[in-house]
C-alpha cells in the first residue's frame, strides 16, 4: 500500500508525536481497507482549531480532532482521501484529565480522524458502535489500550 502522507505542524507544542509514528497509525487504520491514499495531517494550536470548528461545525471553542473528506469525483480515481486536523493542546489536555498514555491518545485522535476520512462516523447509535468496534481493534493491534476502557463501546 503506498501513502503519501504530508505532515504540518502549525502548534508550539513541545512534545509531539515523531513523523513516523502518524505514518504507522494511518498504515494501520488503511490496511485491507484502501489500496494508496493522500493525505494531510496538520497539528494546530487552541486558535486555529477554535476558527475550523466555529466555521465549520458551527460549534464553540477548540475541538479534538476535525476530519475533512475530499470531495472528488470517483471517475478521476485520485488516491485524495483528505485532510484531518488536530489541535495538540486540546490532546494533551484530554490525555491529562483521563490519565491516559498521551501517546495512546495521538495515536486514537489520528485513527479517529482517518476512520472519518473513510466514511465512518458516529452520529447515529449504530455507527457510533461500529467505528469504535474499529478504533478498538486498531489501536489493540498497535499494542495501545481499548481508548474507551473497559466499558463496551456505546454501551
Sequence with gaps: MTIELELQIASNAQTLPHPSQFREWVGATLADRIDGAELTIRIVDVDEMTELN??????????????FPAEIDEEFEIALLGDIIIC???????????????????????????????????IQKQEAE??????????????????????QPHA
Design 54 to 67: 466555529e466555521t465549520y461545525r458551527k460549534k464553540p471553542g477548540p475541538t479534538n480532532v476535525l476530519s
Design 130 to 151: 461500529l467505528m469504535e468496534e474499529t478504533e478498538t481493534e486498531i489501536l489493540t493491534s498497535l499494542g495501545y489500550p481499548p481508548p474507551y476502557g473497559d466499558k
Design 88 to 122: 495538540a493542546d486540546v490532546v494533551q489536555q484530554e490525555a491529562a484529565d483521563a490519565n491516559i498514555d498521551l501517546l495512546a491518545h495521538w495515536a486514537h485522535m489520528v485513527v479517529h480522524g482517518t476512520l472519518h476520512l473513510l466514511g465512518y462516523d458516529h
